[in-house]
């Protein structure tokens, strides 16, 4: 099956700092990518979505110049949290479509820690 | 937009009984439901999914059943084992849109 990688699988950033995220489609190529933030015992909040070359598309309340996301590659999307809080601290995860079908994978997602 | 309730939020069963999750939407034109099982700090994984041109999937000791009228769908888990026990996420998307998610419910299977 297809296999989304996410990195690293666990971060921890000092406050004020950027950490980077990266989502990679290790067997095929994803048009579309999808970045969700869970907090503990809660549900997926997509964050944003984004297709490759193009700007990526953020849902309301997300911060664009917080939460950089750049889809250079039909394998490879990143998010940037920058300027980072405790408050940003939670479970990032991304996932990969290919093509146009209702199949989405989902990488191992990312624990990040502002201290 | 689409808009995905899901209940109940935690399902507590004995071991070898049937525990069902129950999901509703607001879109008409969602298409495709797929329904993902999450264990604690991993990915969601699919489990089961269907298709709005069928009402009832089944995959061994999983099935999904589809009302399209009243705009509702269900996990149905028989012989339920304690490695069943995670957070199921149910989901819906229409051709137009992305996939959107329900809450998530917390199944325990005591053994």
Redo the contacts between chains.
């Keep these: 099956g297809a296999v989304v990688s996410q990195h690293p699988s666990r971060v921890i950033c000092k406050s004020g700092t950027s950490v980077k995220i990266e989502c990679r489609s290790l067997d095929f190529q994803a048009t579309t990518m999808f970045w969700y933030r869970q907090f503990p015992k809660q549900s997926l909040m997509l964050m944003a979505t984004s297709n490759e070359g193009s700007k990526a598309t953020y849902e309301q309340g997300v911060e664009k110049d917080k939460f950089l996301i750049n889809h250079a590659s039909l394998t490879l999307s990143t998010l940037t949290v920058t300027s980072a809080h405790p408050e940003d601290s939670s479970f990032y995860i991304c996932s990969a479509r290919m093509g146009t079908g209702n199949t989405i994978y989902f990488g191992e997602g990312s624990w990040l820690t502002v201290v | 937009g689409e808009n995905v309730e899901q209940h109940p939020s935690t399902l507590s069963v004995q071991e070898g009984d049937s525990a069902v999750i129950k999901c509703t939407y607001s879109d008409s034109a969602s298409n495709?439901f797929?329904w993902y099982k999450q264990e604690l700090?991993?990915?969601?994984?699919?489990i089961i999914?269907i298709?709005s041109n069928v009402g009832e999937k089944k995959d061994q000791r999983i099935a999904v059943t589809l009302n399209k009228t009243a705009k509702h769908f269900s996990l149905h888990i028989t012989e339920t084992q304690p490695e069943d026990s995670a957070?199921y996420?149910c989901a819906a998307?229409d051709?137009a849109s992305?996939?959107?998610?329900?809450?998530?419910t917390?199944l325990t299977v005591k053994p």
């Design positions: 495709y797929p700090g991993k990915r969601p994984q699919l999914d298709r957070v996420f998307r051709t992305d996939m959107r998610f329900g809450a998530g917390r």
